[in-house]
């Protein structure tokens, strides 16, 4: 009985352990195949992060005239919403630092493609429904507008985002676009009243009309849906402007009232131009103008030899652990050898999948839950020598070590668990993201290292003693003279 449990068991561990490594392996090829009609093309990169790979560095300053002093809460309210708006890109471990000169320094590992992520990032986004009368404006016209009784001057079409392009608009919730054809208007021209702006959305997500072009849904508050109901409900058959950092996405006419407190923006985007203005509206606008400074490619900052010498330690240190496990606990050893190689190769997997971005705090994390999970082997192989000395069967013993040594396991575990916890909420809260990597990739290492310690060590181990392999207690890391001695 206990037999067959112990080969399903290892059937499993077989498969696991298969797809590990056909993931972790260097240049695997991923999964492409069609089968049944289902499409499956899937490769597994593997993440590197700015010091092991370099990126793209990003200077950001504050777009205020000369001698204008820059709120410092305002700077670090803009921080947050830009590492906001990375994160949203996809763009793990980035650095995003506040420096002097009201600037603001943005690193990206390995993005593919840095124009659209500055566009995203960099731009005020500043969302706003100004009343144009009966008068629409073309996509693409910079305006000025007013709130509350307060002028603001356009920015200039340098400064715009790339999603509002010059392609014709189509209507919004409840509007239909206008054929008039309105030339631009200068920045010097009128000043339209804003009727709602940005602050009063409450989501926004990318949606695809009828002819399937892409579009960005957006649902008010409570307060705008008030506000964006009574408006449409007083000016049916006026031209309602949409614009973003004060560039017209579209200009459709108010056809009757919007009560709903959803809507749509729509203006010829592509897919990557909607995803960046969902970006910028869903995390709310910059409370001060941003213009990228400068923008360049970086190296790693650690060096292609560094990066070698740390992998070639790496190894080491790890066939140093393999041969102390072998010679000292022997059978066993060798069991925990091959347990350890599997979580290596699941967690690599997982590193890759998820995917977690490997910087080098990341694999300190990661060689540190190795560490731990050696520990939880050597708890369990003491403990069995126990039982052994106490004069017990190699069956029993195998079942005891692992029972009474558990609980020492988890506590330790959980622990760090724990602090792994607080460690990634201090990298979030601050802005850290090197002591997120560590935190994140040791919390996965300690979690695979308890599958592979309690579930696999001790299937393999079960397995060879059930089967009959070994019977010579010298084989279990135990003299024959002190058996039945304690």
Same mark, same amino acid.
């Given at each position: 009985?206990?037999?067959?449990?112990?080969?399903?068991?290892?059937?499993?561990?077989?498969?696991?352990?298969?797809?590990?490594?056909?993931?972790?392996?260097?240049?695997?090829?991923?999964?492409?195949?069609?089968?049944?009609?289902?499409?499956?093309?899937?490769?597994?990169?593997?993440?590197?992060?700015?010091?092991?790979?370099?990126?793209?560095?990003?200077?950001?300053?504050?777009?205020?005239? /000369?001698?204008?002093?820059?709120?410092?809460?305002?700077?670090? /309210?803009?921080?947050?919403?830009?590492?906001?708006?990375?994160?949203?890109?996809?763009?793990?471990?980035?650095?995003?630092?506040?420096?002097?000169?009201?600037?603001?320094?943005?690193?990206?590992?390995?993005?593919?493609?840095?124009?659209?992520?500055?566009?995203?990032?960099?731009?005020?986004?500043?969302?706003?429904?100004?009343?144009?009368?009966?008068?629409? $404006? /073309?996509?693409?016209?910079?305006?000025?507008?007013?709130?509350?009784?307060?002028?603001?001057?356009?920015?200039?079409?340098?400064?715009?985002?790339?999603?509002?392009?010059?392609?014709?608009?189509?209507?919004?919730?409840?509007?239909?676009?206008?054929?008039?054809?309105?030339?631009?208007?200068?920045?010097?021209?009128?000043?339209?009243?804003?009727?709602?702006?940005?602050?009063?959305?409450?989501?926004?997500?990318?949606?695809?009309?009828?002819?399937?072009?892409?579009?960005?849904?957006?649902?008010?508050?409570?307060?705008?849906?008030?506000?964006?109901?009574?408006?449409?409900?007083?000016?049916?058959?006026?031209?309602?402007?949409?614009?973003?950092?004060?560039?017209?996405?579209?200009?459709?006419?108010?056809?009757?009232?919007?009560?709903?407190?959803?809507?749509?923006?729509?203006?010829?985007?592509?897919?990557?131009?909607?995803?960046?203005?969902?970006?910028?509206?869903?995390?709310?606008?910059?409370?001060?103008?941003?213009?990228?400074?400068?923008?360049?490619?970086?190296?790693?900052?650690?060096?292609?030899?560094?990066?070698?010498?740390?992998?070639?330690?790496?190894?080491?240190?790890?066939?140093?652990?393999?041969?102390?496990?072998?010679?000292?606990?022997?059978?066993?050893?060798?069991?925990?050898?091959?347990?350890?190689?599997?979580?290596?190769?699941?967690?690599?997997?997982?590193?890759?999948?998820?995917?977690?971005?490997?910087?080098?705090?990341?694999?300190?994390?990661?060689?540190?839950?190795?560490?731990?999970?050696?520990?939880?082997?050597?708890?369990?192989?003491?403990?069995?020598?126990?039982?052994?000395?106490?004069?017990?069967?190699?069956?029993?013993?195998?079942?005891?070590?692992?029972?009474?040594?558990?609980?020492?396991?988890?506590?330790?575990?959980?622990?760090? $668990?724990?602090?792994?916890?607080?460690?990634?909420?201090?990298?979030?809260?601050?802005?850290?993201?090197?002591?997120?990597?560590?935190?994140?990739?040791? /919390?996965?290492?300690?979690?695979?290292?308890?599958?592979?310690?309690?579930?696999?060590?001790?299937?393999?181990?079960?397995?060879?003693?059930?089967?009959?392999?070994?019977?010579? $207690?010298?084989?279990?890391?135990?003299?024959?003279?002190?058996?039945?001695?304690?």
């Amino acid at each position: 009985m206990f037999l067959q449990r112990d080969l399903r068991m290892l059937i499993g561990i077989i498969v696991v352990a298969a797809f590990a490594f056909f993931v972790a392996a260097p240049g695997s090829p991923g999964f492409h195949f069609n089968l049944l009609g289902l499409q499956v093309d899937q490769d597994f990169p593997i993440h590197q992060g700015l010091d092991l790979k370099g990126g793209v560095q990003v200077l950001l300053q504050a777009d205020v005239p /000369a001698g204008t002093k820059v709120d410092p809460v305002s700077m670090q /309210a803009a921080q947050q919403i830009v590492t906001q708006r990375v994160d949203a890109l996809g763009v793990s471990e980035p650095e995003v630092q506040q420096a002097s000169g009201n600037r603001i320094i943005v690193q990206l590992p390995g993005i593919k493609n840095p124009d659209a992520a500055v566009q995203t990032f960099g731009q005020t986004g500043l969302l706003e429904f100004i009343d144009v009368g009966s008068t629409p $404006l /073309a996509p693409g016209t910079v305006v000025t507008t007013s709130l509350g009784g307060a002028a603001t001057v356009g920015a200039s079409p340098a400064s715009t985002a790339a999603s509002t392009s010059t392609a014709a608009s189509t209507p919004a919730a409840g509007a239909t676009p206008s054929t008039a054809a309105a030339q631009p208007t200068p920045t010097t021209g009128p000043v339209y009243q804003t009727v709602m702006t940005g602050k009063d959305l409450k989501s926004a997500a990318v949606g695809f009309d009828q002819y399937n072009n892409p579009l960005v849904n957006f649902t008010l508050t409570s307060s705008g849906a008030k506000i964006f109901g009574d408006y449409t409900t007083s000016h049916v058959g006026k031209y309602l402007a949409i614009t973003l950092d004060k560039k017209v996405i579209e200009s459709p006419v108010i056809q009757g009232p919007i009560t709903g407190g959803t809507g749509q923006i729509s203006g010829g985007f592509t897919l990557a131009s909607a995803q960046s203005l969902q970006i910028q509206l869903q995390y709310g606008a910059l409370p001060i103008p941003l213009k990228v400074v400068e923008s360049s490619q970086v190296g790693p900052t650690l060096g292609a030899q560094a990066v070698q010498q740390s992998i070639i330690a790496g190894v080491i240190g790890l066939g140093i652990v393999l041969a102390f496990m072998l010679l000292y606990y022997r059978m066993p050893g060798l069991l925990a050898d091959i347990a350890l190689l599997i979580y290596a190769a699941v967690t690599f997997t997982l590193f890759r999948m998820i995917p977690v971005t490997l910087t080098l705090a990341g694999i300190a994390g990661f060689i540190l839950s190795i560490g731990m999970a050696v520990d939880a082997n050597i708890l369990i192989f003491e403990r069995m020598k126990e039982e052994l000395r106490a004069g017990r069967s190699l069956r029993s013993a195998v079942d005891e070590g692992f029972k009474r040594a558990w609980t020492s396991i988890r506590d330790s575990n959980f622990s760090t $668990l724990i602090t792994c916890g607080i460690l990634y909420w201090f990298g979030t809260t601050f802005g850290a993201s090197i002591i997120q990597g560590f935190a994140l990739t040791l /919390a996965i290492g300690v979690v695979i290292s308890l599958f592979t310690a309690v579930l696999v060590s001790r299937t393999f181990l079960q397995l060879v003693v059930d089967a009959g392999l070994v019977h010579n $207690l010298k084989w279990y890391g135990l003299d024959q003279s002190t058996v039945g001695s304690s």
